[in-house]
């Protein structure tokens, strides 16, 4: 039987024939489909007869393993025990879209994935351990592959040296017969390969330049979380020494390791110079809570470069959120209020007392934000 071709602009049929793409995957079938970069070709990750059968089909190397392709980025935690923030942070950023990683994995036979998959389907996957993992963002990739059921193993649909194709007619140029399924998405919205990232602990390096750029990687990787006040003497250094001690507290890492993994914060004033230290009553209540490293603050002006790499913006009133809006409106989903309950009263040129609510209450701010700073990061 030849390969059937489905087209996802037949509205009456579409449906219908995806859903039987789908299972002939989960039966061990191959099936050639559309991804926002390239067109791939895959089968199901269960069964050690299909996984022979594609790379036969593809004239692959034995010694050369297949990325392992999902419907959604909560997969992958089938596939990875321990991944390191690196991999949670790219994950979340880079996913879906056109981003492979390869992930360390030392225990495969650990993974949710091994109660299901044969021991030498997963020597097949985690070669040295690693394995690669993609998520694309196109709606018939998802839909194929969320329909599908199981983890699917696959590649760029064409034999081994020839390009990788970017429309279905290139696809069956080489595959015509040889697969069950092919699905017409069009042409692909990017003319070049994923971007493959390897992490390696709290390293990453960039194996194959794509479709995502080294820049956008480097700040993907990082997770910054930026302060913002008026002078950047009182409240935001203050709420930063803070979030940075208790941060590196709930890691169980160093100051230093907090930044090795990736983790930066910051502050800024809207209305200062730069290079002043911190006000003598901050350092007092910081001082207080053995945070010595406030003494090394030095304030700096709120920039759009701050803005743009930040993850999170946290404000200490509204009108410095209204500041950062103002500077760069596209970040107003990620600035708010350090306080949901409210503004935090500026201390500067008040007595001690009025430092020590002001400290109090941006403690209780940022123990509240850093747990859900926390929370976000586990949820990759």
Not at 188 to 206: C, D, K, M, Q, Y
């Amino acid at each position: 039987m030849g390969t059937v071709i489905v087209s996802a602009s037949d509205t009456n049929t579409y449906a219908e024939q995806l859903a039987a793409a789908a299972a002939c995957i989960r039966g061990g079938g191959l099936v050639v489909f559309p991804t926002e970069t390239v067109y791939g070709v895959g089968t199901t990750v269960l069964r050690l007869d299909a996984v022979e059968r594609l790379r036969a089909v593809k004239g692959r190397s034995s010694t050369q393993p297949f990325t392992v392709h999902i419907g959604a980025r909560a997969d992958a935690r089938a596939m990875l025990t321990e991944p390191s923030p690196i991999v949670r942070r790219l994950a979340r950023r880079g996913w879906p879209g056109p981003l492979t990683i390869i992930c360390e994995e030392p225990h495969p036979e650990r993974t949710e994935l091994a109660r299901s998959c044969p021991p030498a389907v997963l020597a097949e996957i985690y070669r040295d351990g690693k394995v690669g993992l993609r998520c694309p963002d196109h709606p018939v990739a998802t839909r194929l592959l969320t329909g599908a059921g199981v983890p699917v193993v696959a590649s760029s649909a064409n034999l081994h040296g020839q390009p990788p194709p970017l429309d279905l007619s290139a696809a069956l140029r080489d595959l015509d017969g040889r697969v069950d399924y092919a699905i017409d998405g069009g042409p692909t919205r990017f003319n070049t390969a994923s971007t493959i990232v390897e992490v390696r602990g709290l390293e990453w390096r960039v194996v194959r330049a794509g479709a995502v750029d080294e820049r956008t990687l480097r700040r993907w990787s990082r997770s910054e979380v930026l302060f913002v006040c008026t002078g950047n003497s009182c409240r935001s250094p203050m709420a930063e020494h803070l979030f940075r001690h208790k941060l590196a507290q709930r890691l169980g890492l160093s100051l230093d390791g907090l930044v090795a993994a990736g983790y930066h914060t910051s502050s800024a004033g809207v209305a200062c110079g730069g290079g002043l230290p911190a006000s003598a009553g901050a350092v007092e209540q910081m001082t207080h809570r053995g945070i010595e490293s406030i003494r090394e603050h030095r304030s700096q002006p709120l920039t759009v470069e701050l803005v743009h790499q930040a993850e999170r913006i946290y404000a200490l009133s509204s009108e410095h959120r209204q500041a950062v809006i103002d500077l760069v409106p596209a970040a107003a989903d990620k600035v708010s209020l350090l306080d949901p309950a409210g503004p935090v009263a500026d201390p500067f040129g008040g007595s001690s007392a009025e430092y020590a609510r002001c400290a109090e209450q941006i403690e209780r701010a940022v123990d509240l934000r850093l747990e859900e700073f926390l929370n976000e990061d586990r949820d990759w």
